[in-house]
């Protein structure tokens, strides 16, 4: 059935306002704890993340150490082929950070892999704390397929 322009017409609701939003109207946080990853190309990712100020509040306590004393670290596993648990990672590599930083993007240095990223500090003594644990992504395969003997499309003329 096609819609001619009067049955599209009287569908719509014509006392219903249109609410627009100036870009000063969003939040710039929405006060949450998260941290996603996702793929730039196949050796880089996109990170960003947001800590919520209860967890900024609560972690001198916890841990006796003011939140913005220690650095701010990115931590990147490589969790290819394992069911990851948190500490049987492949690899691992650390990103220092800025505090006042929301995203980074992450070399990996590699292709066709999987990952996980965790944000969090190290203390003093040299543990590192976890805040928030990621997504995990496989980055994109690097190149042009090496299946060559597969047929995708065939013309007859």
């Not at 939140?67 to 082929?81: C, E, G, K, Q």
């Not at 690899?91 to 992450?106: E, Q």
Request: glycine share 4%.
């Amino acid at each position: 059935m096609t819609l001619t322009k009067e049955n599209l017409s009287s569908k719509l609701n014509k006392s219903e306002k249109v609410i627009c939003y100036k870009d000063s109207d969003l939040p710039q946080t929405y006060n949450d704890t998260k941290i996603v990853i996702l793929p730039k190309d196949p050796t880089w990712i996109y990170a960003y993340w947001e800590i919520s100020t209860h967890i900024i509040e609560e972690f001198p306590n916890k841990y006796g150490e003011p939140f913005n004393a220690l650095s701010l670290v990115l931590r990147v596993y490589d969790i290819s082929y394992i069911n990851f648990n948190g500490f049987n990672a492949n690899k691992y590599f650390d990103v220092k950070v800025y505090h006042n930083t929301l995203s980074w993007y992450i070399n990996l240095g590699e292709y066709n892999r999987s990952w996980c990223v965790d944000l969090g500090y190290f203390l003093k003594d040299g543990k590192f704390i976890t805040i928030v644990r990621s997504n995990t992504l496989v980055s994109p395969r690097y190149g042009v397929s090496d299946i060559t003997e597969v047929q995708w499309a065939s013309c007859k003329i």
